[in-house]
């Protein structure tokens, strides 16, 4: 468990449901010890897996507390806060955002858009100065993973500039001073990896749920606060379209904004599925034209990214950036540094290659021998059987991930394991079918029915009111859901002895058919009653001014039972 890293597994709450290695498109994820921990070298931090875990067991990085501890060090810390703000808060001004930050103890708040803008500019700048090829935005850093480890190919292609919230810290940190911490607020979990690469920009980030969890520890409702329409509430200012980055096509929008680049092609993709396809082949393009790509790993845009409310429509969160953007000409940043990067830093994976045979090896060793057994459930996350056979080569998975493969198992161990009880074994539905039944329960009921179980093995689906005469006793139990039913009951000039029990309230029940005239049988049952009419002799002696009569005449039919096995051995 690496807590260090944006996004870990506590792994004493993973319940083997495998749902964030089906939700994640680049398996970036190991079971081991049936706990599904992440890989790391291989993660682009989408957050698909947070987002999806049903018992919450893969988590964030919680920088609430450094941040706090930070405020409580330094009284000049900024705020970077994502345009995105204003779908996370709806009808929420300004000012009381900027009002409500500073309670928690922040000295000032900018807009991240003010860095989007000037990448903008840049990227115009850049494209315009190419003479033809396909170029794709640096400003999603889970793209900027996506393609340096997945994609390595396309590295080259990704315009080598700063991110617009590294582009902001720069520029903050020149304009005011290069010792106030900086932390930025939005709805991206991936920006933790840029603070934990450029910890002299980025002292932390919190993610908007973050954000409202803290607002509710403080008790701040920043609705609350006095809305003050004129008051200039941003530093350095407010910013434009940079806002639009928030929304797929955003950037676009800025980059066309600047005239340098109008002969380019633009497109927007989102969301990694689009985006993996998007790579497909993409080194085909041999055009002289400029292709210019904004990709971003969400889809929607950043509006829908993992530290955000999901239940509030993309329409209208889309709606709102436009809005708000249309009613501010905006502040332009005048940036007098270098926004150049390269992205030498991430590695990219080692990509494992299989043999046929080695997959088959793999297959073999859960039980599936031909391509009929090859059903491709997904119960394991993997889309197909050879993808899970390639993970268990590579030590990400483990056999019991495989659904069939276990179910099997379980079959073969209670096939095996109701074939060597001495005792019949049956188990039936509500509907008096059976489900299972041993040998050992067929040969009890005769020898048509033990010819049936030769045709069908194990009476599955036979009519339990046909084999067995005491069949009401079975509904009785199902009726009541009783938890255990014992009964002796005569069936062809033999005694039995019935337990029948609940397996599953109302729809399922089992049951051990005894045969008395067995001599081992006899005499485990004589021991068994015998003790059970001592406990009862000895309840009677304490109680015996109440209880007499009545265990006077449960003694008096043990023993006669009793009796009547005897009779029936000796006959």
Request: glycine content about 6%; proline content about 3%; hydrophobic content about 35%.
């Amino acid at each position: 468990m690496d807590v260090l890293k944006p996004i870990y597994t506590e792994q004493n709450d993973c319940q083997d449901c495998y749902k964030c290695i089906r939700e994640c498109e680049l398996k970036a994820i190991r079971v081991q010890n049936n706990s599904a921990q992440i890989v790391h070298s291989d993660c682009i931090y989408c957050g698909a897996c947070v987002l999806v875990c049903p018992v919450s067991a893969k988590k964030l990085r919680g920088d609430v507390k450094r941040v706090k501890s930070l405020l409580v060090r330094n009284t000049n810390v900024m705020v970077s806060l994502a345009p995105s703000f204003v779908t996370e808060f709806p009808n929420l001004s300004d000012q009381q955002m900027v009002s409500a930050l500073k309670a928690l103890g922040f000295a000032h708040v900018s807009e991240t858009a003010l860095g989007g803008q000037e990448v903008s500019k840049q990227v115009s700048k850049y494209i315009a100065n190419q003479e033809g090829g396909v170029y794709i935005s640096s400003a999603c850093p889970s793209v900027v993973d996506l393609i340096c480890k997945h994609y390595p190919q396309y590295r080259k292609n990704i315009i080598p500039l700063l991110s617009p919230l590294l582009t902001h810290a720069k520029y903050l940190k020149r304009t005011f001073s290069n010792d106030m911490p900086i932390v930025f607020i939005g709805p991206c979990i991936a920006k933790k990896t840029e603070s934990d690469e450029f910890p002299e920009l980025l002292e932390a980030v919190l993610t908007f749920s973050d954000l409202k969890k803290w607002f509710e520890e403080e008790n701040i409702d920043p609705y609350l606060f006095e809305d003050k329409k004129n008051a200039e509430v941003f530093v350095p200012g407010k910013a434009g379209k940079g806002a639009l980055y928030s929304i797929d096509g955003g950037m676009i929008a800025g980059v066309k904004n600047n005239t340098m680049a109008t002969d380019a092609v633009c497109m927007t993709f989102s969301g990694i599925s689009t985006i993996q396809s998007v790579l497909k082949d993409l080194d085909k393009y041999k055009k002289s034209d400029v292709l210019f790509l904004e990709l971003m790993a969400c889809s929607g845009g950043c509006v829908n990214g993992p530290g955000t409310d999901k239940s509030y429509s993309t329409a209208l969160k889309r709606l709102e950036v436009i809005k708000r953007q249309n009613q501010n000409e905006g502040f332009e940043m005048e940036a007098d540094f270098s926004l150049k990067r390269n992205f030498n830093s991430i590695e990219a994976i080692r990509k494992h290659h299989h043999s046929s045979s080695r997959i088959k090896e793999a297959l073999s060793a859960i039980g599936k021998y031909s391509e009929k057994d090859e059903i491709n459930c997904g119960g394991c996350g993997y889309n197909t059987c050879k993808q899970f056979a390639a993970a268990l080569l590579e030590d990400r998975s483990e056999p019991n991930m495989c659904v069939s493969y276990m179910r099997k198992i379980a079959f073969d161990k209670s096939a095996a394991l109701l074939s060597k009880i001495p005792s019949g074994v049956v188990i039936v539905n509500q509907h008096l079918k059976i489900r299972e039944a041993n040998l050992s329960f067929a040969r009890m009921m005769g020898s048509e029915i033990e010819e049936l179980y030769d045709t069908i093995p194990g009476l599955v689906d036979a009519d339990l009111h046909k084999i067995a005469p005491f069949y009401k006793l079975f509904s009785s139990a199902l009726s009541t859901g009783i938890d255990n039913l014992e009964k002796d009951i005569r069936f062809e000039n033999k005694m039995f002895h019935l337990t029948i029990f609940s397996i599953h309230k109302h729809k399922i029940v089992g049951a051990i058919l005894r045969d008395m005239s067995q001599p081992f049988i006899q005499r485990e049952e004589v021991i068994s009653r015998a003790k059970s009419v001592n406990k009862k002799n000895l309840e009677t002696v304490q109680k015996i001014a109440y209880l007499l009569g009545e265990n006077a005449s449960e003694t008096e039919e043990m023993l006669n039972s009793i009796v009547e096995f005897y009779s029936l051995s000796k006959d």
